[in-house]
């Protein structure tokens, strides 16, 4: 079973960055093998879930949310079985709980079903 662990939120005053680190672990070889998408979807407070961005662990193919393009980009490093999310320029509307998911089919759209989830780090973004 993989595990997925965020790391990377904070608090920041708007107009600054984060980098985001979700990384998958489990038995040897699990994580490589399992993890083929990863994504990350964020929760502001009092509001629905939604889609971010997502990532192909074998191409590095990206899909991203139209409200983040530009400002957030997604990688990942396969060695390390870690994906990242860069944020810049924060603005106060992206306070959120941030989650990273994965997928064993390579299927990066928000309707994909994703298997796996980590617990989430918060970025508060004050004005």
Avoid: H
């Avoid at 960055?17 to 994580?31: D, I």
């Avoid at 193919?61 to 490093?77: E, M």
Wanted: glycine residues 10%; aromatic residues 10%.
């Amino acid at each position: 079973q993989v595990q997925l662990a965020e790391s990377g939120g904070g608090l920041v005053q708007a107009g600054e960055s984060l980098r985001l680190a979700c990384a998958a672990s489990g038995p040897t070889g699990s994580p490589s093998s399992t993890v083929k998408a990863t994504a990350w979807f964020r929760q502001p407070p009092g509001k629905d879930r939604e889609y971010v961005a997502a990532i192909r662990r074998r191409d590095g193919t990206t899909n991203y949310n139209d409200a983040v393009k530009g400002r957030f980009t997604i990688s990942r490093d396969i060695a390390t079985n870690t994906a990242y999310l860069q944020l810049n320029n924060l603005t106060p509307e992206d306070t959120a709980m941030y989650y990273c998911a994965a997928n064993s089919l390579g299927f990066l759209l928000p309707t994909t079903q994703w298997d796996y989830w980590g617990q989430g780090t918060q970025v508060t973004v004050s004005s």
